[in-house]
């Protein structure tokens, strides 16, 4: 939780809590009341409202119209016996509940600002692959997410933690029925990158490129946004690729999209039947790999964006984390066994299954 949402929640709870059992009347009731609606007013502007903190909000209301009332009226100060404050209790205990745990179970996460002398830049591209089907028997479709370092202007746009929210909320409704604004708040997280925005100035020196491969079932190509940027403000080109299947939905700008796809758990936890399974997904997210670096060879040639001439293939690096270790140590197992390569690969990271 961020700082006025607790400053909101806790006074609200205790506040409410107070005027159920106390017998003293309210004191400084117009300063407290002044009190909650600026915070609540610097929350909305600063910090930016959102679904989770409604349980908060009621109460919020609830308390300022008790406070109100026995302001105006001294006199009216209603369930005064203990049946009646235990009623109360009762009601108040699932509000104070959810006005703390909501929040909390849905946070809006800061990411640390990256380190490296470099502002970073972001876009998403949507990829089609022809020679390839998916599971649809339609031609095989990756979102690959590039972070870089950027040179920053004062109409330089923050870019969201999740670009396209809303085609990603969609496809979610499909599969789960969730209703499209429970994501909404995800756009209030700070990434501290910047939105395509202009290359940084390397007098011509080319980067680094290195690919990350996420996770299986929770993995998507923003959830290591904190690792993808703080590379790129250290002079690093990352490729983040979203694999279709394992990512937990791959959702596209023509609204398709491909869910989650459960090859392991149901299977029996041995080693030959697991690795038998895991062998041809894997094999799928090297060719996504390969495919993105045949793309991205393509826009380091094209003049109307900002890799142009930027992006040295001589050194490409790799790294995933969990499941997404496999594809990384296995395309740079193939690559060093091909000795005719005159590429520096190297896996940075790999963890979890297949590193």
Not at 213 to 229: C, I, V
Not at 255 to 269: C, I, N
Request: with cysteine; aromatic share 12%.
């Amino acid at each position: 939780m961020r700082l006025f949402e607790w400053i909101i929640a806790l006074s609200s709870i205790g506040m409410l809590w107070h005027v159920i059992w106390s017998r003293k009347q309210l004191k400084g009731s117009a300063l407290k009341i002044f009190s909650m609606i600026t915070c609540i007013v610097l929350h909305l502007i600063v910090e930016g409202g959102r679904w989770q903190m409604a349980p908060a909000y009621l109460l919020c209301a609830i308390v300022l119209l008790v406070y109100v009332i026995r302001t105006l009226r001294p006199s009216a100060v209603p369930g005064k016996g203990k049946l009646a404050k235990i009623a109360l209790s009762t009601a108040a205990v699932p509000f104070t509940l959810l006005a703390i745990g909501l929040p909390v179970l849905f946070p809006v996460f800061a990411l640390n600002q990256p380190s490296g002398p470099y502002p970073v830049g972001t876009i998403t591209f949507e990829w089609t692959d022809e020679t390839r089907e998916s599971a649809s028997g339609k031609p095989r479709k990756i979102n690959v997410q590039i972070w870089y370092p950027a040179k920053i202007t004062d109409s330089s746009e923050m870019a969201p933690y999740i670009d396209k929210l809303p085609i990603l909320a969609k496809a979610m409704k499909e599969q789960f029925s969730t209703p499209e604004w429970m994501f909404n708040y995800l756009n209030l997280i700070q990434t501290n990158t910047y939105l395509k925005a202009d290359f940084a100035d390397v007098n011509d020196k080319k980067l680094p490129v290195v690919f990350f491969s996420h996770s299986n079932l929770l993995g998507a190509r923003f959830t290591n946004t904190f690792q993808t940027s703080e590379l790129a403000s250290h002079g690093y080109i990352v490729a983040s690729i979203e694999h279709p299947r394992t990512a937990f939905t791959a959702a596209y700008s023509d609204g398709s999209y491909v869910a989650f796809e459960d090859f392991f758990s149901r299977l029996p936890m041995e080693f030959e039947v697991q690795n038998k399974a895991s062998i041809p997904v894997i094999k799928d997210q090297v060719r996504d790999i390969e495919f993105a670096l045949g793309q991205m060879k393509k826009l380091d040639h094209a003049a109307d964006n900002p890799f142009a001439g930027k992006i040295d293939f001589l050194k490409i690096g790799l790294f995933g984390h969990s499941f997404g270790g496999a594809p990384s140590s296995r395309l740079y197992m193939i690559m060093s066994c091909n000795l005719k390569q005159e590429l520096t690969w190297t896996v940075l990271y790999t963890a979890g299954t297949g590193s």
